[in-house]
Every structure is written in C-alpha cells, then in structure tokens.
C-alpha cells in the first residue's frame, strides 16, 4: 500500500534524505539494467522502464529483500516525480511485486550470463523467425530488423541514419561518431569489392609496418573521389586526415551484401521510415541527430526489442534470449568467415580490429558459405605448406 500511495499521490512530502537516498537507489538501478542488456562494449544500451522492472524482479546479483523494496519504491518515485508515461501493465506489476516472495529464474540463460561475442546458431534463428512472423505487425517488424542486424550488422540505433548508395551497398553511419562535417560529402567507393579489398598489401592500424593502413588506403581512395580542390581545400583535407586516421573510427562504413540480403534491409528500413513519417512527420529525416535518434528509440527501437524478447520466450522453453545485438555479432562471425578480420572490422565500423576480434563471435562459428577471396587465401596456405613438405632438404 505504501509503494502504491508512493506512485498515486504527488502531493506527499517526502525528507530530503529519503529523496536523496531514492536518487541514488535509482542510479544503482539504471546501471545494473543497462549492463543486463549490453552485450558488447560498444554496445550503446539504454534501459527502458520494463528492463528495469526485469533486473529488479529477477535479482541477478541476489540482492537482499530490503534493498529490493527501496529500489522498488525509488523506481516508483522517479515514475511519479518525472511522470514518465510507461507500460501501465509494467507498473501495474511493479506495484504487485513482493521481493521477498520471487524465485530466482529457473533457467540457465538470461542476458546477465549473454557474454560478448555470442551469436545465434542458424537453427535458432529459423525458430525466432518462425514465431516472430506469427505476431502480427510488431513481430513482423521485429522479424526484419532481426534479419537486417544479421545481413548488415549495424547497430540498432544506425539504421535511422542509414541510406543506399547502390542496389546492393548501403552507407552506415558509425553511431558512435559525434562530429559530423565535411567527411559527409566524400562518396561511397571503397572496398565494397571483397575480393580487391582482400588483394591489397594493408596492415591493421596502429600495428608497425612499412606499409600503408587499410584505413589509411580507405581514406586516400575516398578522398580521391571527391571534388575537392587539393590545393585550395588543403587546409580542409589535413583536418580530415587527422581526424579520421589513426584515432577514430570511420564516419561511416559503406557495407556490400547480396541482392538477395538487400530484401530484409529494404523492408526493414521502409518500416522504419513508415512509423516515423507516422508519429513524427514528413521531414522526421531533418531533425537534429539527438532529437531523431532519441524518437527512433521511443517510437521503433524499443517496442521491437520487447516484442523480440517476448517471441524468445514462447520459441525457446529452455530460456535461451536472443537480443539485436547477437545479430551483429552473427554478422562478424559469418564476416569474418566470409571476407576475413580486416574487412569484417572495416564494415563493423571499428578502427582496428581488436574489438572485432575479442568482442564478437568469431569466424569458426559463422555459418555462412566462405568468401572466394577466404577460399583463396586457405588454398594458398595449403600449397605453399604442400611446396614446402615437398621441398628437398639443404643439407
């Protein structure tokens, strides 16, 4: 009854050391949420009122009772004092909940134990999107953006800023890139051919060679490209080459992928364009990044992920969760099997390839069917260890 007149009456005057010690039970419980869902490092996750309410009744780190109950009425007080509008069904439940008479969740997998790196089997995604497709427009959404994040492994939040520059190329822009200026006006061109890019003598960045960086061969190829006046924009061009080479990453990445993968990526970015035109207008694409990414999340991101979970649940009884950010991580895998580890990180958006590497699955299980130039490149090995068996001794 308390936790219920806590949320209903706005006029109870509550000690500054209650508010204070709400403050900082609800910090405590923003960031437990925010890392349950965050499955890799760069993963930019933000924790809605049912992920909160999720960590809080599922005690992953098997808090006590009483400190469960304070979270509880904290999380109850930001609701009332900041009137956020949320799930009346979450908060309904909120209130119901008693922590001292909840079990701890029976099955072995949940998204506190979803380490980095973990992928979804082909199998598994062939029962997801089985039964996301059985749950009406919100699955079938959810089904695409799935689909999507697999064919293209962007991050969730870019596909808002994302857009084709051919049939089957489509220009990424790095969430994770503040600063936005003239290197928008260099034209996609680089690498989207596989096997020229896999040809080329490229060193990772930051590694010590004689030879150039594949990001700084990308960034000469782009340059090149454009229509800028060496000599008149020189001032222009140095300022791009030390912003963007060797400590930072890419802009953007221009991803190639199959004509046959383009058609997730068509319908998913319609869909997307279909529900903002709804619920924020025609020019929804002229908002300022913050503004149209923060309405993404609210309005597309959000209802998709829950509807993602809740397919998880009535498609896996043993608990097994899958989130968007496995599907990027089923993309590095099947990528790094398809194109190798430079490519993979260079169409991830990463600068080097040591997050590529250690926070994404890996290669050996991609399911994909091996790229020619990956092919190639293990024939090579073969025949230079079959040349070298074969070669007569020195001595």
């Known amino acids: 009854m308390q936790d219920k007149n806590l949320l209903q009456n706005p006029g109870r005057q509550l000690k500054s050391r209650t508010i204070e010690a709400y403050k900082k039970a609800y910090k ?15 993963d930019p996750a933000i924790p809605t009122l049912s992920d909160m309410v999720w960590s809080l009744k599922y005690n992953l780190t098997q808090l006590r009772a009483n400190t469960l109950q304070l979270r509880k009425s904290a999380l109850l007080w930001h609701i009332r004092e900041y009137k956020l509008h949320g799930d009346k069904e979450v908060i309904h439940d909120l209130i119901k909940w008693k922590p001292f008479k909840v079990p701890m969740p029976s099955f072995p997998l949940h998204r506190k134990t979803r380490a980095p790196g973990r992928m979804i089997p082909k199998d598994d995604l062939e029962i997801l999107s089985h039964q996301l497709l059985k749950m009406g427009e919100m699955g079938i959404r959810s089904h695409h953006m799935l689909m999507a994040g697999v064919t293209c492994g962007a991050r969730p ?29 260099i034209p996609p061109g680089t690498f989207t051919d596989h096997e020229e890019f896999y040809g080329q003598e490229t060193t990772a960045t930051n590694e010590h060679s004689n030879g150039p960086s594949s990001e700084e061969i990308d960034f000469e190829r782009r340059l090149s490209e454009t229509d800028l006046d060496m000599e008149k924009d ?63 999340r609210k309005f597309y991101f959000h209802p998709v992920r829950n509807v993602l979970w809740r397919a998880c649940k009535k ?38 390839s040591r997050t590529t590497r250690g926070s994404y699955a890996s290669g050996r299980q991609g399911w994909a069917t091996k790229g020619l130039a990956q092919q190639n490149k293990n024939e ?10 074969e070669a007569p001794s020195s001595q």
């Open 28 to 42: 405590a419980i923003f960031l437990q949420a925010t890392n349950e869902i965050r499955t890799a490092e760069d």
């Open 157 to 185: 939040i870019e596909w808002v800023n994302s857009a084709w520059v051919s049939p089957n190329v489509i220009r990424i822009l790095t969430a994770k890139e503040k600063n936005f200026n003239a290197w928008n006006a």
């Open 234 to 296: 020189q001032e222009l061009v140095e300022d791009l080459r030390k912003s963007r080479i060797g400590n930072s990453t890419t802009l953007f990445r221009d991803v190639s992928i199959t004509v046959e993968d383009a058609e997730w990526v068509v319908l998913h970015m319609a869909a997307i364009k279909t529900v903002m035109i709804e619920v924020v207008g025609p020019e929804y694409a002229d908002l300022p990044k913050e503004e149209l990414e923060e309405a993404f």
């Open 315 to 352: 498609a896996f009884p043993d608990g097994r969760l899958y989130g968007l950010a496995d599907a990027r991580s089923t993309f590095a895998a099947n990528r790094k099997r398809q194109f190798g580890l430079q490519q993979t990180a260079l169409d991830m958006g990463h600068s080097g």
């Open 380 to 389: 090579q090995v073969d025949q230079q260890c079959e040349s070298e068996a």
